[in-house]
């Protein structure tokens, strides 16, 4: 079992959250579906935490087109060098609306970008319950990217799992946080949350294959 510095199990207990590696996070994992597991060890697979601050964005893509089989030749730096910087994305970070025109921009119509963003907590939470049941339950080839509120500022990370009540999150910047499950309701609060910069709700995008991409 690895052991969690002091500092992440407060910022973690601040959070309502629950490390991946705690033995209640073990047994969140045990009890997913297989086709979740299996959702699950394709994006421990895929996933690299993010290289520089200010890069979840460019991370969380690249490790989504790594899932769905599309990365080509990006690189987290290449996405931002060649992505992120001509088209003037970087503000206060990649906002949830830039990062759906970064998202866009990687597609090359490959696959679709389905935005959810709302002020409304109910409406999200619907909607995110059924994007999980396909990620996790059905087995549907997608990802999901969340634009959070956490540790006090607006973050991208991968969700990477769904079992009771409580998803993970694939923390980009794991020198600060490690892998850590949230309840739903929990995370439904940080993605509508208002960005005082965008003056608009943060939210969460799928990521979904064309016919005969995947």
């Known amino acids: 079992r690895e052991e969690l510095h002091p500092q992440v199990r407060s910022e973690l207990r ?6 991946l590696s705690d033995p209640q996070g073990q047994e969140l994992l045990r009890r997913m579906t297989l086709e979740g597991q299996n959702a699950f060890e394709r994006w421990c697979k895929v996933f690299e935490p993010q290289l520089y601050g200010g890069f979840c964005g460019p991370a ?3 490790a989504a087109l790594r899932f769905l089989g599309l990365e080509e030749s990006w690189t987290q730096s290449r996405i931002y060098d060649e992505v992120v910087c ?10 949830f609306a830039n990062g759906v025109i970064m998202l866009k921009t990687l597609s090359v119509d490959r696959f679709e970008v389905l935005e959810r963003s ?3 907590e109910v409406q999200i939470a619907e909607q995110l319950l059924k994007d999980l049941a396909a990620a996790f339950e059905q087995g549907e080839p997608i990802c999901i990217l969340v634009n959070y509120i956490r540790l006090g500022g ?3 990370s991968p ?3 769904w079992s009771n009540g409580h998803v993970l999150i694939l923390d980009t910047n794991q020198q600060r946080l490690p892998p850590h499950w ?11 949350r208002y960005n005082r910069t965008t003056q608009r709700p943060r939210g969460y995008v799928v990521l979904r294959p064309k016919r005969g991409t995947s």
Do not use: R, Y
């Open 14 to 19: 601040a959070a309502g959250a629950v490390a």
């Open 60 to 62: 969380s893509a690249l």
């Open 86 to 95: 001509p088209k003037q994305l970087f503000t206060k970070g990649i906002s």
């Open 118 to 120: 709302s002020f409304d």
């Open 154 to 156: 607006g973050h991208w």
């Open 159 to 161: 969700l990477a799992g």
């Open 182 to 192: 949230v309840l739903l309701d929990t995370l439904v609060e940080s993605l509508c």
